[in-house]
């Protein structure tokens, strides 16, 4: 019988190398552009669709987070200032780690439940739960 360090070196080379960084998901970009004093994100609702979030829990969010005030009109999130396209991607990206991201295992199979007076982040994929800030 083989010893357990020769099996193991086996089963290694038997295993199939993964392709790629290892990231399955990708905090989505920002595209939108200037008008006048104004900012606005054309694919406002596509991003809050990738994040599997309400658009008005991301709007309120990215609103008190850039000081800044804003209206939904349409498929776009209108920015009564002028925020660089790189401020409002780290904005969103501060947003998923807090609120779509699980902690635990890292994946973004998450959704948000309310329990009495906590706010949770449910994983789907480990069954992990997490309190988050409710009040943004």
């Keep these: ?9 086996d089963a290694y080379k038997n295993v199939k190398q993964v392709e790629g960084a290892g990231e399955r998901f990708e ?44 209206t939904i009109n349409g498929e776009r999130l209108i920015l009564n200032m002028k925020v660089s396209r790189s401020k409002i991607d780290k904005k969103i990206e501060e947003y998923t780690r807090e609120f779509v991201l699980c ?7 998450t959704e948000i439940k309310k329990e009495d007076r906590l706010t949770f982040l449910k994983c789907l994929a480990c069954g992990a739960k997490h309190t988050i800030r409710a009040k943004i």
Excluded at 1 to 8: A, F, I, K, Q, S
Excluded at 35 to 42: D, M
Excluded at 46 to 58: G, N
Excluded at 103 to 109: Q, T, Y
Aim: glycine share 6%; charged share 35%; hydrophobic share 30%.
């Design 1 to 9: 019988m083989e010893n357990y360090e020769d099996m193991l070196k």
């Design 27 to 70: 905090t989505p970009k920002i595209e939108g552009r200037y008008q006048g004093k104004k900012t606005i994100l054309t694919n406002f609702f596509s991003i809050a669709q990738q994040l599997r979030r309400d658009p008005k829990h991301l709007e309120k969010f990215l609103l008190k987070e850039l000081a800044a005030s804003g």
């Design 103 to 109: 902690k635990e295992c890292g994946k973004p199979d």
